[in-house]
Nanobody
Framework: EVQLQASGGGLVQAGGSLRLSCAAS????????VGWYRQYPGKEREGVSC????????YYGNSAKGRFTISRDNAKNTVYLQMNSLKPEDTAVYYC?????????????????WGKGTQVTVSS
């Protein structure tokens, strides 16, 4: 059974940093690409970032470019999202998800399994 556990959310002031973690189990982590998404109340989830397996290629949504960094540690079956220079508009519930492909999907899409979210709140 695929299990994904996101953690690391919390309350931070604008300009601060947080590091989210996504711990995975129940599948061969090395064979999957992993993404981070966020969701505002009443809105659909939007792709934040994705990291492929193999060569570790990374992809970022426009809101994340230059501020967020995604990485993975295959030995720990964990993916991280380092978020710097946080803004109030980054406040959302953040989810991790995996895709049964080594390569990320177009537009950070095509995910197959989702974990529960972690709340990130950025105060102004």
């Amino acid at each position: 059974e695929v299990q994904l556990q996101a953690s690391g959310g919390g309350l931070v002031q604008a300009g601060g940093s947080l590091r989210l973690s996504c711990a995975a189990s129940g599948f061969t982590f090395d064979d999957y690409s992993v993404g981070w998404y966020r969701q505002y109340p009443g809105k659909e989830r939007e792709g934040v970032s994705c990291i492929s397996s193999g060569d570790g290629s990374t992809y970022y949504g426009n809101s994340a470019k230059g501020r967020f960094t995604i990485s993975r540690d295959n030995a720990k079956n964990t993916v991280y999202l380092q978020m710097n220079s946080l803004k109030p508009e980054d406040t959302a519930v953040y989810y991790c998800a995996v895709r049964e492909r080594r390569r990320c999907g177009v537009g950070i899409g095509g995910m197959d399994y989702w974990g529960k979210g972690t709340q990130v709140t950025v105060s102004s």
